[in-house]
């Protein structure tokens, strides 16, 4: 590593940060940003990622260092007061540590599929950051393979779904579908020896409970959409089974994401 000190907000070493709230500008720049000291170590301590440079300030720099020693000595830690950070920046930086990562090469559907031994989720439209983070944060607690995204769903390397994840992301293959895949793909993954399931709050459904309860294919492939459209019909009528989870009158549907973690733990 090589540490570099920045002393003003408007020091042209770091212009690659002033845009790190343009999800966009990142992807056009082929990098991806990792936030937060968790997120940004498990992306150094992952061989897969190319870290392009380190954006510190002090206090993360010495609980950091260690874990910094083993970047490429070319790769620039800068260290600035906070007040300078969240200028570059644009916002309040979480736990004043940032890094901008090399975008890998996007798996296709087919090598997700393949790599994933039982569980996978498949997500449509759900284009709300948290969400999406939090789906992989449960999908790597409970096991999942993979997740496939339909094009309209949020970019899981997107900085606010990779902390929401708590870096999960960094660790879950993934795949999204393009414009002229979708929801043809649904058959692709059925092919590769999945059963497809659609949760859904909708009739004709049967219970989670007694799905799980009844013997199945060890490979699911969990089929979810957004809260208040909830999955379209096309990606409905394609899925092999129906299920849903039981609520009381007083609310018609879950978080995704939490409906996500009851399925997957049924699942297990």
Same mark, same amino acid.
């Given at each position: 590593?090589?540490?570099?000190?920045?002393?003003?907000?408007?020091?042209?070493?770091?212009?690659?940060?002033?845009?790190?709230?343009?999800?966009?500008?990142?992807?056009?720049?082929?990098?991806?940003?990792?936030?937060?000291?968790?997120?940004?170590?498990?992306?150094?301590?992952?061989?897969?990622?190319?870290?392009?440079?380190?954006?510190?300030?002090?206090?993360?720099?010495?609980?950091?260092?260690?874990?910094?020693?083993?970047?490429?000595?070319?790769?620039?830690?800068?260290?600035?007061?906070?007040?300078?950070?969240?200028?570059?920046?644009?916002?309040?930086?979480?736990?004043?540590?940032? =890094?901008?990562?090399?975008?890998? +090469?996007?798996? $296709?559907? %087919?090598?997700? @599929? &393949?790599?994933?031994?039982?569980?996978? /989720?498949?997500?449509?439209?759900?284009?709300?950051?948290?969400?999406?983070?939090?789906?992989?944060?449960?999908?790597?607690?409970?096991?999942?393979?993979?997740?496939?995204?339909?094009?309209?769903?949020?970019?899981?390397?997107?900085?606010?779904?990779?902390?929401?994840?708590?870096?999960?992301?960094?660790?879950?293959?993934?795949?999204?579908?393009?414009?002229?895949?979708?929801?043809?793909?649904?058959?692709?993954?059925?092919?590769?020896?999945?059963?497809?399931?659609?949760?859904?709050?909708?009739?004709?459904?049967?219970?989670?409970?007694?799905?799980?309860?009844?013997?199945?294919?060890?490979?699911?492939?969990?089929?979810?959409?957004?809260?208040? =459209?909830?999955?379209?019909?096309? +990606?409905?009528? $394609?899925? %092999?089974?129906? @299920? &849903?989870?039981?609520?009381?009158?007083? /609310?018609?549907?879950?978080?995704?994401?939490?409906?996500?973690?009851?399925?997957?733990?049924?699942?297990?």
């Amino acid at each position: 590593m090589a540490i570099e000190r920045i002393d003003c907000a408007n020091d042209p070493r770091v212009d690659a940060y002033r845009g790190v709230r343009d999800a966009e500008l990142m992807r056009v720049r082929g990098l991806f940003v990792a936030e937060g000291r968790l997120v940004v170590r498990r992306a150094i301590d992952d061989s897969r990622y190319n870290i392009a440079s380190v954006l510190v300030n002090a206090a993360s720099l010495r609980d950091m260092e260690l874990v910094f020693q083993s970047l490429d000595v070319d790769v620039p830690v800068f260290v600035c007061n906070g007040e300078a950070l969240a200028s570059i920046a644009g916002y309040d930086v979480h736990r004043g540590c940032l =890094a901008l990562v090399h975008r890998p +090469a996007a798996k $296709t559907i %087919d090598e997700v @599929v &393949r790599t994933a031994t039982r569980t996978l /989720v498949v997500l449509e439209g759900v284009s709300n950051a948290d969400n999406v983070g939090s789906v992989f944060r449960n999908g790597a607690a409970l096991g999942v393979g993979g997740v496939i995204l339909s094009p309209a769903c949020c970019d899981p390397l997107y900085r606010k779904a990779i902390r929401t994840s708590m870096g999960a992301v960094l660790g879950m293959p993934f795949a999204r579908t393009a414009a002229d895949e979708w929801p043809f793909a649904l058959s692709r993954i059925r092919a590769a020896g999945f059963t497809l399931v659609a949760l859904t709050p909708r009739e004709p459904s049967e219970t989670l409970d007694a799905f799980v309860a009844r013997p199945r294919s060890a490979r699911v492939a969990l089929i979810v959409g957004t809260e208040g =459209a909830g999955l379209s019909t096309a +990606a409905e009528s $394609t899925a %092999d089974h129906r @299920v &849903r989870i039981p609520m009381s009158g007083e /609310v018609d549907s879950l978080n995704v994401a939490t409906a996500v973690g009851i399925a997957l733990y049924a699942l297990r």
